[in-house]
Nanobody, 116 residues
Framework: QVQLVESGGGLVQAGGSLRLSCAAS????????MAWFRQAPGKEREFVSG????????DYGDSVKGRFTISRDIAKNMVYLQMNSLKSEDTAVYYC?????????WGQGTQITVSS
């Protein structure tokens, strides 16, 4: 059974930093894209960043480019999201995601609140 468990959320002041972690288990993730999405109250879930598990290629949403960095540790089955220069508009529930073709998995989410 695939499990994605996020951690590292919390309250931070604008301009601060946080690092989210996603512990992935239950299968090998070779070929998967591991991603972070977020959803703010009253808004649709939006793509934040993604990384190819095998090759390490990355992609970012326009709103976080230059501020967030995604990485993964294959040996530990972990995915990370380093978030710098946080803004109030980054406040949301952040979800870890794994997908490969029709296989799609989600974590339970972790709340990030950025105070201005």
């Amino acid at each position: 059974q695939v499990q994605l468990v996020e951690s590292g959320g919390g309250l931070v002041q604008a301009g601060g930093s946080l690092r989210l972690s996603c512990a992935a288990s239950g299968r090998t993730f070779s070929g998967y894209v591991m991603a972070w999405f977020r959803q703010a109250p009253g808004k649709e879930r939006e793509f934040v960043s993604g990384i190819m598990w095998s090759g390490g290629g990355t992609d970012y949403g326009d709103s976080v480019k230059g501020r967030f960095t995604i990485s993964r540790d294959i040996a530990k089955n972990m995915v990370y999201l380093q978030m710098n220069s946080l803004k109030s508009e980054d406040t949301a529930v952040y979800y870890c995601n794994a997908f490969l073709f029709s296989r799609l998995y989600w974590g339970q989410g972790t709340q990030i609140t950025v105070s201005s």
